[in-house]
């Protein structure tokens, strides 16, 4: 397999080999973020293996049994197959088991550990699993490893740095981390190895307080986290940063202290299941987002209660992150870097034009070809498209002695060329948002004339009349989106004051919206971008002020919007659109209208930079991309 992290001036053509093997090699993204758990002190023979999407919090799923019913296993995956290690029968066991992610059902036989164990800690990258520790009944040193996308029995890598079990884990693409357990005392040893080699680990640092009780890892590329574990009042949330040495750092906690419960992650969240709490085992998951800490929050339960759980998934340890070389993906254009700018609003005049730009590129905007609807002064902001196919709802017509409109029309994004009719909205209505996933595009909000709270969908793929989707907390006009795949996020606007109100829906879930959190500041006629996991909201008016302030959210959690940094102009009522790493914000007025266009790299805070210059100075757009909020990823 190719060796594509080191692949830094590698421009060109890919071929199918190559794409495969960077799919298979996990340097693109794994979207769906499918995570194991299963796990039982009584019977010992429970066989039952959960199965929970990451990206979306609910409750967990029957997926198979094991080949041998077990308990006080070790679990580890790639980003195709999930792994568990020995167990308890009630005698102990050296059996692997293996299934694929994408095909629900029973698991099969992968083959056998050098020892009969039981609670080991176990770890992997894209390529190769391990599992340290345990005990055979005493504790053992013993490190195996297997290579995950073979079958066949494990081979000796090497030994811990202390015989110990009930141990915790973590992994980062390179290297695999052991932590705490009983030797039979309480450890705070962590020790690490890295994948690529074999032989004995090494010290990392030191957990925060001695924990016998499995402080299980949920780990991003870069940092670590450990939870839980004894005594089981246990609650904290403890990381390190998995490329240098260290102790851990404390720096959040979980709902209530719970001992050998299981933990998983994808790039962005991670998740403590199950585990025991006196007088009993417990069925709660908890999640809390790796880069920012804090207190973690319900995310919903599994199907029965797992004591000394095993849990690992599809996308941890930074196996979700992307591709890690610098060579272009293939298939640009349809990748996700056309952004289309539909104006609706030059020098205070209706105009159909649209155009567009190569957002990861600088450069001025290009003619794309024109709007056929009776859009005119539109004031909808945000980015309603799939990676195919961009739509343009309701808005203004001057003309008419009922200005507000209903239409729908919508353009090819790959193909230049004019708009075509999609259909109607549920009623008329001007200064809505727009977002979308790569499935549904949501219009909320808005003004007919007076103004609403409701929130309408279509399935962007199939033309037709718009259906209603749910409420928005407050009625407002001028309001602000931004979406990943699974959640859209609806931002200030005005009631008629300004708000600094954010909340949010789950695309796949008509209903009302759930409070998010607060922007920095009130404000309405702003645009949102997105990367898929944070979302950036720019400008805006407050009045009776223009604003240049950028403010970010982690779209799969809730709270309070973090101050970004500044526009390079001051404005309101401009468009926006982004990839999966970089935002472009285009137009608007500070009263007077603008052709600017300046961008961010939505990973980083930081204020802006000059892009280029719209063909002319605008305002009041309908924008958007097809390769915003993660649509592409991989």
């Not at 769906?32 to 967990?60: E, H, L, R």
Request: net charge negative; proline share 3%; charged share 15%.
């Amino acid at each position: 397999m190719a060796n594509y992290p080191q692949l830094d001036n590698a421009s060109g053509v890919w071929n199918l080999r190559e794409v495969y093997d960077a799919v298979m090699g996990g340097y693109w993204p794994n979207a769906n973020s499918i995570a194991f758990v299963s796990g039982v002190s009584s019977p010992y023979a429970q066989d039952t293996v959960d199965k929970i999407t990451i990206s979306t919090t609910g409750n967990g799923t029957a997926f198979g049994d094991l080949s041998v019913g077990r308990n006080q296993l070790g679990a580890a995956a790639s980003i195709i197959r999930g792994l568990f290690f020995g167990g308890y029968t009630p005698s102990t066991s050296n059996v692997i088991d293996y299934a694929t992610f994408t095909t629900t059902g029973n698991l099969a036989d992968f083959g056998n550990l050098t020892t009969a164990r039981r609670l080991t800690a176990s770890a992997s990258n894209s390529t190769r699993a391990v599992t340290m520790g345990g005990a055979t009944p005493s504790g053992s040193n013993v490190v195996d490893y297997v290579t995950i996308n073979s079958t066949g029995n494990a081979t000796d890598f090497g030994d811990t740095t202390s015989a110990r079990f009930v141990n915790g884990s973590g992994s980062s693409p390179t290297r695999a981390f052991n932590a705490g357990g009983g030797t039979p005392s309480a450890s705070n040893v962590i020790d690490f190895l890295t994948f690529s080699t074999t032989g004995n680990m090494t010290d990392f640092g030191d957990l925060q307080q001695t924990n016998d009780g499995a402080p299980q890892g949920a780990c991003s590329s870069t940092r670590g986290v450990f939870c839980g574990g004894t005594p089981a009042t246990l609650t904290m949330l403890q990381f390190i940063t998995m490329a240098s040495q260290g102790n851990s750092i404390d720096y959040g906690d979980l709902t209530d202290g719970r001992q050998n419960g299981g933990a998983t992650s994808n790039s962005v969240r991670g998740l403590y299941l199950s585990g025991y709490k006196s007088p009993s085992t417990q069925t709660n998951i908890d999640f809390w987002t790796i880069a920012n800490g804090g207190t973690a929050a319900d995310f919903g339960d599994t199907t029965r209660a797992y004591y000394y759980a095993a849990a690992t998934s599809s996308s941890h340890g930074g196996l979700n992150d992307g591709y890690q070389g610098t060579r272009p993906l293939p298939f640009n254009e349809a990748g996700g870097d056309r952004g289309i700018v539909v104006c609706s609003n030059v020098s205070g005049t209706g105009d159909s034009r649209i155009g567009h730009i190569s957002i990861s590129s600088t450069g001025n905007e290009q003619d794309f070809g024109l709007n056929n609807s009776a859009l005119a002064l539109a004031t909808a902001t945000g980015s309603n498209s799939s990676k195919t196919r961009l739509l343009i709802a309701g808005g203004l017509s001057p003309s008419s002695p009922n200005p507000q409109i209903k239409s729908i029309s919508y353009i090819e994004i790959k193909t230049k060329g004019n708009s075509a009719s999609f259909g109607d909205l549920i009623g008329s209505t001007n200064s809505a948002t727009q977002c979308s996933n790569n499935t549904r595009g949501l219009v909320g909000g808005g003004q007919s004339p007076s103004i609403l709270n409701n929130i309408v969908y279509n399935t962007i793929a199939s033309l037709g009349d718009s259906a209603d989707f749910g409420d928005l907390t407050q009625a407002r006009n001028d309001p602000s989106s931004t979406s990943s795949n699974t959640r859209a996020v609806f931002a200030g606007g005005r009631t008629p004051t300004e708000q600094n109100t954010i909340d949010f829906v789950t695309f796949s879930t008509t209903g009302n919206a759930t409070d998010f959190g607060d922007l920095t500041d009130d404000r309405r006629s702003f645009p949102g971008v997105s990367s898929g996991t944070r979302g950036v909201f720019g400008g805006g008016y407050d009045a009776p002020s223009f604003v240049n302030v950028m403010d970010y959210i982690t779209i799969a959690s809730t709270g309070n919007a973090t101050d970004f940094g500044d526009l390079t102009v001051s404005r309101a009522r401009f468009g926006a659109m982004s990839n999966s790493t970089r935002g472009v914000f285009a137009g608007g007025d500070n009263p007077t209208y603008q052709n600017v266009m300046d961008y961010i790299t939505i990973a980083s805070t930081g204020d802006a930079t000059d892009f280029g210059d719209l063909i002319t100075a605008a305002r009041t757009f309908s924008s958007g991309s097809n390769g915003h909020g993660g649509l592409v990823g991989g």
